[in-house]
């Protein structure tokens, strides 16, 4: 924009200087072969009264004297019996008119032939001075220059002020840009400074006011999550002492079961509130540093159960745009259910690669029975005696990251995942919205008190 603005100006005072310059430079060569001829007109009319009141002689030694003061070529011609012409073109004749007396100025091809006739007691003296085009436009070309180096002063004057003028302008769009690009990447803090035109304060304040009441919905959902979490832990301790005042060991341990599921699932909820805005907005993680460690975490429990763990990662990182505590909770989903529903022994397979599209494909299979329908993405609904929550989850999270999650059967003879993600987006140069953003230790005060 300041660019374009600058090159508008500057091209708009081109062609105000041009329509100036050209007519100015054009009536300044009129004005300058007007006042030569006026001149010249001058010098032969005194030349010719001088001429019809003397004699020839005296002409000549007044030529002599005073010739090169005079501008042109004069030539002198007197009446008959006078005497020869006295000038360099004494050869060429002399119209007819002029000889009746008639003072003539003859202009052609850009010179100009001035005749001045005086007639005296013995006849018609005539004075001819032939001017030359230089002549005719001498001081026109250093006026000129003059005049184009006072258009190229105003052109660069006026692309200075442009350029200024575009920078004020564009330097608060640059800033709101990249304060949005700032809320985008979750710093909620973040503001933008009210300056500039007045259209640009107004976006400006309306943004500000946007980011305020984001930062207050998120802020207000997250403690009421949280304070719900904390509400959850009082029924779960009663329902594990009820649970452990069961005499039948079979549903004491079952119920045991379901109060710990029911504890890690407050616990990941709470958990998960008190993570920061930012991690969850601007949520980006290399995918196969994530799932090279889950898989290290889980292989004690697949050698402990004779189960092969395959894990094929790719050699560079794969940044997918999902927050790391997500995607671990994805892997963990994932090969928990593999342990959970398969017998021991079944092998396992966890591969990472990327698309030629830049989309990075998690793929969990086993060997075991497959998945008994496709209904065991939905939430609270399962075939095989769980919670139905952990594919719904893996869903959820995948959606989440702008990828979808696809269900298959497995080159093992059992189930296959294919969890895809999408890329994460490249990191945006943050200079100019470091300098907008007040407020981080505030921030950073408020995730603690939640914390």
Known sequence: MRWRLTLLVAATTSAVVLAFLI????????????????????DAQNLAAFSAATDRDAVAQELRDNGKRRLGTTTVFFPSGGGDPIGDDAAEPLPDRVRQGMAVTDRSNGAATVYVPA??????????????????????GRATGILAGLGAVMLCVSAVAADALGRRVSRPIRELAAA????????????????????????????NRLATRIEQLLI?????????????RTPVTALRLDAESITDPEMAERLDQHVAHLERTVDAVLRDARRPVRSTVAAR????????????????LAEEQNRRLGIHLPAHPTWARI???????????????????TEEGVPLEVSVTETPSREIMLV??????????????????????????GLDIVRRATIASGGRLELGRSQ????????????????ADSREWKRARPGRRRRRRREQRMA
């Not at 007519?23 to 001058?42: D, H, K, N």
């Not at 005296?120 to 005719?136: C, D, F, M, Q």
Request: hydrophobic letters at 40%; proline letters at 4%.
């Open 412 to 427: 093992l003879g059992g189930a296959k995942i294919r969890v895809v993600l999408g890329a994460a987006e490249r990191r």
């Open 364 to 389: 969990v299979e086993d060997g075991g029975p497959g998945l008994p329908g496709a209904d065991v993405v939905t939430r609270g609904l399962s075939l095989v005696g769980s919670s139905g929550l």
């Open 220 to 232: 207000s959902e997250r403690e009421s999550v949280a304070d719900l979490s904390h509400r959850l």
């Open 323 to 341: 927050d790391q505590v997500d995607l671990t909770d994805v892997v963990d989903v994932l090969i928990d259910n593999v342990f959970a529903h």
């Open 285 to 300: 993680c290399d995918v196969g540093a994530v799932v090279g460690e889950r898989v290290t975490f889980w292989s004690a």
């Open 119 to 140: 007639v005296g007691t013995g006849g018609t003296t005539v004075v001819r001075t032939k001017i030359s085009s230089a002549e005719l436009s001498r001081g026109v």
């Open 180 to 207: 949005a690009d700032s809320l985008h990447d979750g710093d909620l803090e973040t503001r933008v400074p009210e300056r500039g035109p007045p259209e640009v304060v107004a976006m400006s304040r309306a943004l």
């Open 23 to 42: 007519p100015l430079a054009l009536l300044l060569r009129s004005l300058a072969a007007e006042r030569s001829i006026a001149r010249v007109t001058t």
